[in-house]
């Protein structure tokens, strides 16, 4: 079950509900449970698809995010599909996204 405390945000100021650029090597932050664990966005392509994903800094484990509704993600451990995105694309800016579920945190 899905908790709305937990988030990822932009990672200019975690204990606001800050928005982000959906390009690779964004600073994204997860929030949650009452700590902050800080990592990056990772994008890549697969044709048509654009995937994003979050790794946690100093780890290796990435997490696509998943959508799961309007504002909405998953968090799934999954190696990476596709080629590196060019950086910053496509830079569509994202609002906070609650993370329903995450096998980590």
Same mark, same amino acid.
Request: hydrophobic share 40%; glycine share 12%.
């Given at each position: 079950m899905g908790d709305a405390r937990r988030a990822v945000?932009?990672?200019?100021? *975690? *204990?606001?509900? $800050?928005s982000f650029s959906l390009c690779?090597?964004?600073p994204v932050d997860f929030v949650g449970g009452g700590k902050t664990v800080h990592g990056k966005l990772l994008l890549f392509a697969d044709g048509d698809v654009l995937r994003a994903y979050w790794q946690p800094d100093d780890r290796p484990e990435k997490y696509v995010? %998943?959508?799961?509704?309007?504002?909405?993600?998953?968090?799934? %451990? *999954?190696?990476?599909?596709?080629?590196?995105?060019?950086?910053?694309?496509?830079?569509?800016?994202?609002?906070? $996204?609650?993370?329903?579920?995450?096998?980590?945190?």
């Open positions: 945000v932009g990672a200019s100021n *975690s *204990s606001a509900a $800050q690779d090597g964004e995010l %998943a959508n799961a509704g309007a504002d909405a993600v998953r968090l799934v %451990a *999954s190696a990476p599909r596709g080629t590196p995105a060019p950086a910053g694309q496509p830079g569509t800016a994202m609002r906070p $996204q609650r993370v329903l579920s995450c096998p980590i945190l």
